[in-house]
């Protein structure tokens, strides 16, 4: 079993990790690449491309030129679950893993990522900008990320040869992925609140939920994904009238 996450755009650049077996990102070279291109941006082409405030256009234009391919040459490495600092992660809380579940954790999580594929939980990043959604043209024939990774994602995930994906990463970045392509069978959880006499997805707590449920299939190392319709943390339950065989809705 795979767990799919959404990297986080609010990064914690102070937090550690006590692990001492860290890793490289599997597609540095198509990172590289795509480095490469943003280098190429002013801060104003970044902010009009990004959508992000002139402030931050211009750090990530620094970021850029700052990044190198090899992670050991980069000052400023962070193991990619410590760096996401989003609801998910703080959800997820990494920083009260054992070492067991630490070891766990970088065997089940995947991170999309516009800028490294995916990655898994000790992988080294650079901070960085880049959303999976981002209209970053490469070349011609490449207008936008989920051209420029095409089937990349979806072999790397084949190559794993897991049985089953559980999909709590976002929309945005979930549609890189092939899924007719996948050798997996996928399960996608929502979460959603009842409000005004209806049930709805609220972002936020949508989030806080995906990072919940992250952390449930570790503590409870589970392989069998019926095990998760007993989810319960935070007064969500398992509703069987809206769900189906693979798209599995949680309520409270």
Request: proline letters at 3%.
């Amino acid at each position: 079993m795979k767990i799919l996450l959404s990297p986080a755009k609010a990064l914690d650049l102070e937090k550690t990790i006590n692990f001492s077996s860290f890793t490289s990102p599997f597609f540095i070279k198509e990172a590289s690449l795509l480095i490469d291109k943003l280098k190429e941006y002013s801060p104003d082409e970044i902010s009009n491309i990004m959508n992000v405030s002139i402030d931050l256009a211009e750090l990530n234009h620094t970021r850029y030129h700052n990044w190198k391919p090899d992670i050991y040459k980069n000052e400023n490495n962070f193991t990619a679950i410590a760096a996401f600092n989003g609801e998910v992660y703080k959800s997820f809380d990494y920083k009260s893993l054992t070492f067991e579940q630490h070891v766990l954790t970088q065997e089940k999580i995947r991170i999309l990522s516009g800028l490294y594929g995916v990655l898994r939980p000790l992988d080294f990043i650079y901070p960085y900008r880049l959303e999976m959604g981002t209209k970053l043209q490469y070349n011609s024939s490449t207008k936008n990320l989920y051209q420029f990774w095409g089937s990349l994602i979806t072999d790397f995930l084949n190559k794993e040869e897991c049985e089953t994906i559980i999909n709590l990463a976002s929309t945005e970045y979930f549609k890189v992925i092939n899924k007719k392509a996948l050798n997996s069978r996928i399960f996608t959880p929502t979460f959603k609140e009842f409000k005004n006499g209806k049930y709805k997805v609220v972002m936020i707590y949508a989030k806080r939920a995906r990072g919940l449920m992250a952390r449930y299939i570790i503590d409870k190392n589970i392989s069998d994904p019926e095990e998760i319709k007993l989810f319960d943390i935070d007064g969500y339950s398992f509703d069987v009238n809206m769900s189906n065989e693979d798209n599995w809705v949680f309520v409270r």
